[in-house]
């Protein structure tokens, strides 16, 4: 993986044009067994958009308010509606 092919992934994302590329399957022997097992191998574009997102998390993940629900764990509807129930007294409409 070198820079100029990070730089390439980040101008696709940006201009919408990505295309993922499937895990390529192949099959092993199993042991003591004729059987076969299958085993998938990401390519290195996927492992590269894993990092990509993993940075991007740790960048924007302390930006995003406490209470936005999508980004607290565990953080669902009915925990933003009963957080709006308790919290935001005095509010009638929504």
Request: glycine share 6%.
């Amino acid at each position: 993986m070198s820079l100029s092919k990070i730089g390439a992934i980040i101008e696709a994302l940006r201009y919408e044009s990505y295309r993922w590329t499937p895990v390529r399957r192949i099959y092993i022997e199993k042991p003591n067994s004729t059987k076969l097992r299958p085993l998938g191998l990401p390519s290195c574009r996927i492992n590269c958009s894993r990092m990509m997102r993993s940075l991007l998390e740790a960048y924007y993940e302390p930006q995003f308010s406490p209470y936005h629900m999508g980004s607290v764990q565990g953080g669902d509807v009915t925990t933003a509606l009963s957080e709006m129930y308790y919290k935001w007294i005095g509010t009638k409409w929504l």
